[in-house]
């Protein structure tokens, strides 16, 4: 009798993991359906010759967020063990990835502290790059991020849009 109920047991738990698995196949397929039809309309709509206000009137009416990295803010907080070979001494940077959104041309880059001026690495940006990430396949080991950059022009116009192929990020 316990034979028969550690049988059943063990068909139900297997009956459990593979709905799990297809649950997740269809969350992956799903994710990587909506970025592959977003690339697709990157490609189609946001064009060399748009201006830069266009281009971001059209990206947010997609429900998409085009950002830089230059100009994410960051806080100093301190690290757990301070190592005077590092040139950072044992601080990292918490940062406030949303204030990267919408860079604009002459945009100043942010004031940084400590472990968060790496940012001065980028120098003065008068005619900053968006970039916009497009998250899709995952497994358990990794997931796949479309990133696109669109480069503008003196007159902050775009000069090239770039839709790169979808690339993965594993643990």
Known sequence: MKLRWLAVAIGLLL????????????????????????ARWIRASIVPGMSRAVAYQMIKSEGLTA?????????????????????????????DTSSGDWPYKNEPLPKQEGAC??????GPKTRPDADIELPGAFNIACSWLTEITIAFDESDRITTVNVGTPSPVCM
């Not at 698995?21 to 269809?26: E, F, G, K």
């Not at 001026?117 to 980028?122: G, I, S």
Request: contains cysteine; proline residues 10%.
């Open 15 to 38: 009956v459990a993991a593979f709905s799990v698995s297809s649950a997740l196949q269809i969350a992956s397929n799903h994710r990587a359906s909506y970025a592959d039809s977003k």
């Open 117 to 122: 001026t790496l940012n001065e690495l980028f």
């Open 67 to 95: 950002y830089n990295s230059a100009f994410v803010k960051g806080r100093p907080i301190p690290g757990p063990s301070p190592d005077p070979r590092n040139p950072l001494n044992g601080t990292s940077c918490e940062y």
